[in-house]
Structure formats: structure tokens, C-alpha cells
T-cell receptor, first 111, second 114 residues
Framework: QQQVKQSPQSLIVQKGGISIINCAYE??????FPWYQQFPGKGPALLIA?????SEKKEGRFTISFNKSAKQFSLHIMDSQPGDSATYFC??????????FGTGTRLTVIP | DSGVTQTPKHLITATGQRVTLRCSPR?????VYWYQQSLDQGLQFLIQ???????AKGNILERFSAQQFPDLHSELNLSSLELGDSALYFC?????????????FGPGTRLTVT
């Protein structure tokens, strides 16, 4: 059973556009929601993270929006660039710091 | 470069065999996590060790086992391999304190079972 559901599976965006990836969860015990970025042939790397007591966090062109009541959170990439083309994973942290990952979104930014 | 190293990069073996994957965490990190990444399942948490002791278990099969040694490196042992075990296996480490939020991933080991 997938504890974190992620959509879409793939996304194609024009350069300069906004990329939006959505995730949903059920377990209210999750206390930390990171996003990881993975380039081909590499391991995932932490991109940005949010705690459930915050509704939005912005770092550069990347923003997480968090809706605690709906148990949903999303990643927005503003002014998307070809270098942003990668697979993005949302995740949720349970006790002992183990993460439950979504199934990933393959983002392609077209020049 | 995350500072986490994994060996080997690639491994090709036959069904029924046993393999060992090795991970060295970042200097000073006490926690090590193992994940399996397959095309249809995404990243699945397998197991966590903290300073040599098992801390949490995820979807790890009984045919799989892991350990963390006194020098903090970790090994993931996969036995009686099946075709479905073909996947990327990632190791991650996190800073001191098992409550740390960040995990740093290694480059992975690609296992192919034929």
C-alpha cells in the first residue's frame, strides 16, 4: 500500500512555465515532508522540505504548499528550466526518520 | 557528491544466488538507511540502522538482511535472488541524532538478476 500518493507520473513543461507536482497522504503521524530531486544515474538529493505546521515554504524557484486539513502537499517550480528536468519524489517522515516516498514524477522542461 | 559511497555500482547475478551490497555513510553520520528503487514501486524503505543497531524495518523481505559495523559502514545481503529483485538499491545516511530530517543518498547499486 502506497502511503504517499504522487501525481502526475510524468510532466512536460515549457521553459519559463510553472511545474506543479501533487502528493497526498493519510497517516497523520507523518511529521516532515521533504521533496527529493533525482537526476539519471544519481541518487535522490534533498531539494526542499516542510513541517505540517507551516502552510508554505519557498526556496528560490521552488515552493512547497501544504494543506494539513486535506492531507495534501505540492511542489511548485516557478520559471522552470531545462536543468530542472529530473524525477521528483515527495516523501513523508514517520518515526525513526524513515521516509515513505511517492512513486515519482518525471519532469521534462522543453527549451 | 553526497559523501555516501556504495559498491559495487553494477552487479549481475543469477537467480538463486546471494550478493552483498556495501555502503559507507558520510563522515560522522550514525544512521544508515537502505532503499530499493524499482520502476513500478518507486523508492521503498527497507531498513534503518543507527550506530550499529537496527532502528526501523520497512518492506524488507526475509531473504534480505543488513548490518552496520563498528566503523559505521553497512552491508545489505540479498539471498535466494529472484528476477523481481532486480532494482536499484540505495543507501542513505543522516547526521548525528536519529531525529535528523535530512538523508543523503549514495549513487546506488544496480542489481540485475538473470
Amino acid at each position: 500500500q502506497q502511503q504517499v500518493k504522487q501525481s502526475p507520473q510524468s510532466l512536460i513543461v515549457q521553459k519559463g512555465g510553472i511545474s506543479i507536482i501533487n502528493c497526498a497522504y493519510e497517516n497523520t503521524a507523518f511529521d516532515y515532508f521533504p521533496w527529493y530531486q533525482q537526476f539519471p544515474g544519481k541518487g535522490p538529493a534533498l531539494l526542499i522540505a516542510i513541517r505540517p505546521d507551516v502552510s508554505e515554504k519557498k526556496e528560490g524557484r521552488f515552493t512547497i504548499s501544504f494543506n494539513k486539513s486535506a492531507k495534501q502537499f505540492s511542489l511548485h517550480i516557478m520559471d522552470s528550466q531545462p536543468g530542472d528536468s529530473a524525477t521528483y519524489f515527495c516523501a513523508a517522515r514517520a518515526g525513526a526518520n524513515n521516509l515513505f516516498f511517492g512513486t515519482g514524477t518525471r519532469l521534462t522542461v522543453i527549451p | 557528491d553526497s559523501g555516501v559511497t556504495q559498491t559495487p555500482k553494477h552487479l549481475i547475478t543469477a537467480t538463486g544466488q546471494r550478493v552483498t551490497l556495501r555502503c559507507s555513510p558520510r563522515s560522522g553520520d550514525l544512521s544508515v538507511y537502505w532503499y530499493q528503487q524499482s520502476l513500478d514501486q518507486g523508492l521503498q524503505f527497507l531498513i534503518q540502522y543507527y550506530n550499529g543497531e537496527e532502528r526501523a524495518k520497512g518492506n524488507i523481505l526475509e531473504r534480505f538482511s543488513a548490518q552496520q559495523f563498528p566503523d559505521l559502514h553497512s552491508e545489505l545481503n540479498l539471498s535466494s535472488l529472484e528476477l523481481g529483485d532486480s532494482a536499484l538499491y540505495f543507501c542513505a545516511s543522516s547526521p548525528i541524532g536519529s531525529s535528523s530530517y535530512e538523508q543523503y543518498f549514495g549513487p546506488g547499486t544496480r542489481l540485475t538478476v538473470t
